[in-house]
């Protein structure tokens, strides 16, 4: 095969899921005026631009075809805060953008970069940041990578805008669950790990992630808020 041809099949696709993506995006945008319209189609363009030019997306699967639509239309929100994720990343010191995690796996992951919390990863949209998964990570980081942000991406995909609504709404509705139990309890615990573990690991969809990944019950979620199962799902069965 000629070498000129793998980077003309680049740019041809390129092209099309920058036309594809800008077309569905405008679409979506339209019933809210033709501003709104320009605006999400520019958004599903860049992703267009990103996800072709990286060629992430798994066009031989019905999965692939359906990320590309989601993150187009449904998913627009999250996607744009990906895009916006990527790019602060392109101009982190020590970019480390994975392609064998991220061609044709229908998301982008990068091994360093923008995080919100040292040592955490960070999923916005369908771009998972600072996912050390590199050589000498803990042979977990690779689980973590593709059951717990993998969820992530798809849950931003399903859920669309409502997505990041429950998530800010949760944060917001945890740190004055974590705030008023500190209060109760006489300033124990710490305040930081009350309010962490409600706005944070109690949120629904981080609790479903750490349970896909088996590391719900060795997270560091304090006890006094942490989800429980119900004593009765506890009890064994009578012999």
Same mark, same amino acid.
């Given at each position: 095969?000629?070498?000129?041809?793998?980077?003309?099949?680049? =740019?041809?696709?390129?092209?099309?899921?920058?036309?594809?993506?800008?077309?569905?995006?405008?679409?979506?945008?339209?019933?809210?005026?033709?501003?709104?319209?320009?605006?999400? *189609?520019?958004?599903?363009?860049?992703?267009?631009?990103?996800?072709?030019?990286?060629?992430?997306?798994?066009?031989?699967?019905?999965? *692939?075809?359906?990320?590309? =639509?989601?993150?187009?239309?449904?998913?627009?929100?999250?996607?744009?805060?990906?895009?916006?994720?990527?790019?602060?990343?392109?101009? $982190?010191?020590?970019?480390?953008?994975?392609?064998?995690?991220?061609?044709?796996?229908?998301? $982008?992951?990068?091994?360093?970069?923008?995080?919100?919390?040292?040592?955490?990863?960070?999923?916005?949209?369908?771009?998972?940041?600072?996912?050390?998964?590199?050589?000498?990570?803990?042979?977990?980081? @690779?689980?973590?990578?593709?059951? $717990?942000?993998?969820?992530?991406?798809?849950?931003?995909?399903?859920?669309?805008?409502?997505? @990041?609504?429950?998530?800010?709404?949760?944060?917001?509705?945890?740190?004055?669950?974590?705030?008023?139990?500190?209060? =109760?309890?006489?300033?124990?615990?710490?305040?930081?790990?009350? =309010?962490?573990?409600?706005?944070?690991?109690?949120?629904?969809?981080?609790?479903?992630?750490?349970?896909?990944?088996? $590391?719900?019950?060795?997270?560091?979620?304090?006890?006094?808020?942490?989800?429980?199962?119900?004593?009765?799902?506890?009890?064994?069965?009578?012999?």
């Amino acid at each position: 095969m000629s070498p000129r041809w793998p980077a003309a099949a680049r =740019v041809f696709e390129t092209i099309l899921t920058i036309a594809g993506g800008t077309a569905l995006g405008g679409a979506v945008g339209l019933p809210g005026g033709v501003p709104l319209s320009i605006a999400t *189609g520019v958004s599903a363009g860049i992703n267009g631009a990103l996800g072709g030019g990286r060629q992430v997306y798994d066009w031989r699967s019905a999965t *692939g075809w359906l990320a590309f =639509v989601a993150d187009s239309t449904w998913g627009l929100l999250g996607t744009t805060l990906g895009s916006a994720l990527h790019l602060v990343n392109l101009a $982190h010191p020590r970019p480390v953008y994975r392609v064998d995690r991220s061609r044709r796996r229908n998301r $982008h992951v990068f091994d360093r970069g923008a995080t919100l919390r040292r040592g955490f990863t960070f999923t916005l949209g369908n771009v998972v940041s600072n996912a050390s998964t590199g050589e000498g990570a803990p042979p977990d980081r @690779q689980r973590l990578l593709d059951r $717990h942000e993998g969820l992530h991406i798809w849950q931003s995909r399903a859920f669309g805008p409502l997505y @990041q609504v429950v998530y800010l709404g949760w944060f917001v509705l945890g740190l004055a669950a974590g705030l008023s139990t500190w209060v =109760v309890r006489g300033g124990k615990p710490s305040l930081f790990r009350l =309010v962490e573990t409600a706005a944070y690991y109690d949120n629904p969809f981080e609790f479903w992630a750490y349970k896909r990944d088996d $590391h719900w019950e060795d997270n560091r979620a304090d006890p006094v808020l942490k989800w429980r199962r119900p004593r009765w799902l506890k009890r064994k069965p009578a012999a």
